[in-house]
Protein backbone atom coordinates (compact mmCIF):
# COMPACT_ATOMS: atom_id res chain seq x y z
CA UNK A 1 0.00 0.00 0.00
CA UNK A 2 0.86 3.50 -0.98
CA UNK A 3 0.55 6.19 1.90
CA UNK A 4 2.25 9.81 1.17
CA UNK A 5 0.74 13.48 2.01
CA UNK A 6 1.91 16.29 0.34
CA UNK A 7 0.67 19.72 2.24
CA UNK A 8 1.36 23.05 2.11
CA UNK A 9 -0.02 25.83 4.66
CA UNK A 10 0.86 28.31 7.09
CA UNK A 11 1.46 26.85 11.22
CA UNK A 12 -1.80 27.61 13.40
CA UNK A 13 0.50 27.21 16.25
CA UNK A 14 4.29 27.64 17.84
CA UNK A 15 6.27 24.34 17.56
CA UNK A 16 5.76 22.21 20.73
CA UNK A 17 8.88 20.29 21.17
CA UNK A 18 9.99 17.78 23.67
CA UNK A 19 12.40 15.26 23.49
CA UNK A 20 12.54 11.49 24.79
CA UNK A 21 14.24 9.26 27.18
CA UNK A 22 16.82 8.62 24.50
CA UNK A 23 17.05 11.83 23.52
CA UNK A 24 15.33 12.04 20.07
CA UNK A 25 13.32 15.31 19.85
CA UNK A 26 9.87 15.30 18.62
CA UNK A 27 8.02 18.85 17.46
CA UNK A 28 4.48 18.56 17.50
CA UNK A 29 2.17 21.74 15.62
CA UNK A 30 -0.65 21.79 13.19
CA UNK A 31 -0.64 23.75 9.72
CA UNK A 32 -3.78 25.41 7.81
CA UNK A 33 -4.63 24.54 4.12
CA UNK A 34 -6.60 26.23 2.31
CA UNK A 35 -9.20 26.31 -1.00
CA UNK A 36 -10.94 28.79 -3.03
CA UNK A 37 -14.23 27.52 -5.26
CA UNK A 38 -17.31 28.86 -6.91
CA UNK A 39 -20.34 27.03 -6.07
CA UNK A 40 -22.72 26.28 -8.62
CA UNK A 41 -24.57 29.48 -7.95
CA UNK A 42 -21.06 31.18 -9.21
CA UNK A 43 -20.28 31.91 -5.23
CA UNK A 44 -16.86 32.19 -4.43
CA UNK A 45 -16.00 29.99 -1.00
CA UNK A 46 -13.00 28.97 0.84
CA UNK A 47 -12.27 25.63 2.70
CA UNK A 48 -10.05 25.31 5.21
CA UNK A 49 -8.98 22.09 6.68
CA UNK A 50 -6.52 22.17 9.98
CA UNK A 51 -4.22 18.97 9.88
CA UNK A 52 -1.98 18.37 13.09
CA UNK A 53 1.78 17.28 12.05
CA UNK A 54 4.63 15.95 13.88
CA UNK A 55 8.23 16.58 12.91
CA UNK A 56 11.59 14.20 14.25
CA UNK A 57 15.04 14.33 15.22
CA UNK A 58 17.09 16.83 13.71
CA UNK A 59 13.59 18.31 11.48
CA UNK A 60 12.02 18.95 15.06
CA UNK A 61 15.06 20.93 16.09
CA UNK A 62 15.06 22.99 12.59
CA UNK A 63 11.31 23.68 12.93
CA UNK A 64 11.31 24.65 16.35
CA UNK A 65 13.97 27.29 15.94
CA UNK A 66 13.00 29.07 12.52
CA UNK A 67 9.22 28.90 12.92
CA UNK A 68 6.65 29.79 14.15
CA UNK A 69 2.88 30.41 14.17
CA UNK A 70 1.91 31.76 10.53
CA UNK A 71 5.36 30.53 9.13
CA UNK A 72 4.55 28.69 5.30
CA UNK A 73 5.85 25.28 4.82
CA UNK A 74 5.56 22.49 2.95
CA UNK A 75 5.80 18.94 4.47
CA UNK A 76 5.69 16.02 3.10
CA UNK A 77 5.35 12.71 5.16
CA UNK A 78 2.74 9.36 5.80
CA UNK A 79 -1.05 9.74 6.95
CA UNK A 80 -1.30 8.03 10.58
CA UNK A 81 -4.31 7.17 12.80
CA UNK A 82 -4.08 8.04 16.45
CA UNK A 83 -6.25 6.61 18.85
CA UNK A 84 -6.32 7.14 22.59
CA UNK A 85 -9.02 7.42 25.67
CA UNK A 86 -9.23 11.07 26.97
CA UNK A 87 -9.72 11.79 31.06
CA UNK A 88 -13.65 10.96 30.54
CA UNK A 89 -13.10 7.42 29.38
CA UNK A 90 -14.31 8.27 26.20
CA UNK A 91 -12.36 7.01 22.99
CA UNK A 92 -10.72 9.37 21.04
CA UNK A 93 -9.33 9.40 17.44
CA UNK A 94 -7.80 11.67 14.97
CA UNK A 95 -5.66 11.77 11.71
CA UNK A 96 -2.66 13.52 11.28
CA UNK A 97 0.90 13.68 9.32
CA UNK A 98 4.10 12.25 10.52
CA UNK A 99 6.72 14.26 8.35
CA UNK A 100 9.36 13.08 6.60
CA UNK A 101 10.29 15.74 4.63
CA UNK A 102 9.99 19.35 5.32
CA UNK A 103 10.86 23.04 3.19
CA UNK A 104 10.51 26.72 4.68
CA UNK A 105 8.27 28.77 2.15
CA UNK A 106 7.96 31.75 1.97
CA UNK A 107 9.85 35.58 2.15
CA UNK A 108 12.77 35.54 4.66
CA UNK A 109 11.88 38.61 6.10
CA UNK A 110 8.62 36.41 7.38
CA UNK A 111 11.50 34.10 9.44
CA UNK A 112 13.82 37.23 10.34
CA UNK A 113 14.44 41.23 9.71
CA UNK A 114 16.24 41.12 6.79
CA UNK A 115 14.25 42.20 3.48
CA UNK A 116 15.46 39.79 0.55
CA UNK A 117 13.95 37.25 -1.19
CA UNK A 118 15.05 33.60 -0.09
CA UNK A 119 15.01 30.29 -1.91
CA UNK A 120 12.78 28.05 -0.42
CA UNK A 121 14.87 26.04 2.59
CA UNK A 122 14.91 22.17 3.03
CA UNK A 123 15.94 20.97 6.22
CA UNK A 124 17.42 17.95 4.79
CA UNK A 125 19.88 20.19 3.13
CA UNK A 126 21.84 23.26 5.44
CA UNK A 127 22.05 26.31 4.03
CA UNK A 128 25.38 26.41 2.12
CA UNK A 129 27.34 29.13 0.65
CA UNK A 130 26.87 30.28 -2.55
CA UNK A 131 28.73 27.91 -5.22
CA UNK A 132 29.60 28.80 -8.86
CA UNK A 133 27.44 28.00 -10.96
CA UNK A 134 27.45 24.40 -12.13
CA UNK A 135 29.14 23.65 -15.43
CA UNK A 136 26.48 21.01 -17.50
CA UNK A 137 27.32 17.37 -17.69
CA UNK A 138 29.14 16.71 -20.97
CA UNK A 139 26.44 13.48 -22.39
CA UNK A 140 29.12 11.03 -23.71
CA UNK A 141 28.70 9.52 -27.43
CA UNK A 142 27.43 6.43 -27.82
CA UNK A 143 27.68 4.44 -31.15
CA UNK A 144 24.28 1.81 -31.17
CA UNK A 145 23.26 1.03 -34.48
CA UNK A 146 19.69 2.46 -35.09
CA UNK A 147 18.78 -2.00 -35.75
CA UNK A 148 19.38 -2.59 -31.58
CA UNK A 149 16.89 -0.30 -30.39
CA UNK A 150 13.90 -2.42 -29.43
CA UNK A 151 11.28 0.86 -30.29
Given at each position: ?Y???I???N?T ?9 T????A?T ?12 G???E?V ?8 G?AA?IAN ?9 L???R ?6 T????N?R ?6 V???Q ?9 S??SY ?6 A?P?QA ?13 D ?8
Amino acid sequence: MYNKVILVGNLTRDIELKYTGTGMAIAKTAIATNRRFKTQAGEQKEEVCFIDITLFGRAAEIANQYLSKGSKVLVEGRLIFEQWTDQSGNKRSKHSVAVDNMQMLGRSEDRSSSTSYEKPASYAQPAQAKEAPAKEPEIPEIDIDEDEIPF
